[in-house]
């Protein structure tokens, strides 16, 4: 039976954060379990394409519809061999779910893998797991890695940082980079 991984969304979730991890990590032969609060394998979230047009920030776009296959409800995070939190808008709301929060809980607690890309440390920070931890992000997620205690480290958006059993990245263009090491925290070996 192959390594179960429990990825984390909600509406609004970017795009390539949450299609690109679910396929690359599928491909290496997890199950992963896509779910979102309040919702049940089958229903779909609504994503989001995040690019830089020339404004100060970023643009969003929308995205397509991303079929969930798991439901929220039953997730029982001893199942799970990693856990893995998209980015985009979702984890703005989706971290006021204390369920959403004793998950989090519950895969540090365990010392499980757990990745975050972009936006994904809000869960994080509002779950009060990063003490001491060195994590990236989308660069104005920054302060609130420093607000819960963790170290904000400032790196390229194609890179990842690893500290124990956490990878983060800062947003989509990471997505090798966190799957790859995500995949190592799970025992997967690669060779070139």
Sequence with gaps: MSKKVL?????????????????????????????????KAGDTVATAVHDFLGEQTYTELRGHNFA????????????????????????EY??????????????FAAGKPVAAICHGPQVLTAAGVLKGYRATCYPAVGPD????????????VD???VDRNLVTSPAWPGNT???REFAKLMGAKFEV
């Design 68 to 91: 969930l296959t798991a439901d929220f409800d039953g997730v029982k995070t001893e199942d799970y061999a990693g856990l893995f939190i998209t980015g985009g808008r979702a984890p």
């Design 7 to 39: 990825l984390l969304c909600g509406d609004f979730t970017e795009d390539y954060e949450t299609m690109v991890p679910f396929q690359a990590l599928s491909m290496l032969g997890y199950q992963v379990d896509a779910v979102c609060p309040d919702k």
């Design 94 to 107: 989706i971290r006021l779910n204390a369920r959403v929060i004793e998950i989090v809980q519950a895969f």
């Design 177 to 179: 980079a966190i799957c």
């Design 159 to 161: 890179q990842a940082v």
């Design 145 to 156: 890695i420093t607000v819960a205690g963790g170290e904000y480290v400032e790196v390229p």
